[in-house]
């Protein structure tokens, strides 16, 4: 089969077009005929070597998010049959195969059924986004119906989902954004209110939102600097969920405050095969709501092909997408 594989880790131009052998369904597994898959920012790192403790081995096949349909079931699987259309993020990782392939073997724990009203390519988008955000808002956050949530990073590949995810569940959800067209997207995902955090300090947008108590629920989404200002606009005995916290911070202001922080990392659970059946689990329950029509995927408008993997490498990098960059297999 072809592949798009890296043999080193480098940067976007790494990629080569490859026939590979196809591989061979195994118990427990299934074989995907794959349709399409999205870039993720883990995804960038994992090719350029900045995680080396969770890369596969070279030759690898990269990328975890798939959509595509069943070519064959292994041995005791019974939640899925050939012909079936499927969508998760399964594999990529260490021990794993990834989805940069004309056929994806992949654990059937990692997957679900494709959501009926979404495009192979929009589904493509969800896997990873979507069950970051769910562990985090419910499993880790215990998000409940009315409480106050603030998103950072509103079109974000996690964020703009969470904010669908929070309204959801009945969540007063507030949101912070770039710029004034991001701030228009948030509002049509459902955000209550979106803040344009250049032009609004966070002791200002929390005395405007909150009375000056903060908010109860922060989800930063971005990491680094931010972590610091998502500690200032929690309210006292808040929650603090974060999914990028490889950095060093001043936790005074936790303390001070009794804070909880809450770090998910999702693809654990794909490398710790003990752990993946979580993952299948939370995309059903993520499929309903979609095709309840309260969640739809933000994809950037401009799309690639499988053997222009390079290009969307380089274009979720430059920090331009809006939304998730996806990736049609026109093999």
């Known amino acids: 089969m072809k592949a798009q594989i890296i043999q080193s880790f480098g940067d976007p131009t790494i990629f080569e077009l490859k026939e590979i052998s196809k591989p061979e369904v195994t118990p427990g597994h299934i074989l995907i005929q794959v349709k399409a898959t999205s870039v993720n920012p883990i995804d960038t790192k994992v090719r350029s070597g900045a995680v080396p403790a969770v890369s596969p081995e070279f030759p690898a096949v990269i990328q975890g998010d798939v959509a595509g349909i069943v070519a064959e079931v292994g041995e005791g699987v019974t939640r ?57 808002l419910f499993e880790r956050g215990n998000l409940k119906a009315g409480q106050d949530i603030l998103v950072h990073a509103a079109t974000g590949g996690v964020g703009h989902v969470a904010i669908q995810l929070a309204k959801w569940a009945g969540a007063n959800v507030y949101t912070t954004a770039s710029s004034k067209e991001k701030q228009e997207i948030a509002k049509r995902l459902g955000a209550d209110e979106a803040i344009n955090y250049r032009e609004e300090a966070v002791q200002d947008y929390v005395q405007t939102y909150t009375n000056g108590k903060g908010f109860e629920i922060i989800f930063d989404t971005v990491g680094g600097e931010n ?105």
């Open 80 to 136: 899925f049959q050939p012909g079936d259309e499927v969508f998760g993020c399964a594999g990529g990782f260490k021990g794993t195969g990834g989805a940069l392939a004309e056929f994806m073997l992949a654990d059937a724990q990692l997957l679900a059924h494709k959501p009926k009203n979404l495009t192979m390519e929009e589904a493509a988008a969800l896997p990873l986004v979507s069950i970051t955000a769910w562990e985090a």
């Open 227 to 331: 972590l610091n200002r998502s500690f200032e606009a929690a309210a006292m005995h808040g929650t603090v969920l974060a999914i990028a916290a490889r950095s060093t911070h001043d936790l005074s202001l936790l303390h001070a405050k009794g804070l909880s922080l809450h770090v998910t990392f999702m693809l654990l659970k794909i490398i710790n095969a003990d752990e993946r059946k979580n993952h299948g689990e939370i995309l059903q329950k993520v499929a309903q709501v979609v095709e309840e029509g309260k969640l739809r995927p933000l994809v950037d408008s401009t799309h690639f092909t499988f053997d222009e993997v390079s290009k969307a490498h380089e274009y979720l990098e430059s920090g331009k997408a809006l939304g998730k960059v996806v990736l049609n297999n026109n093999w």
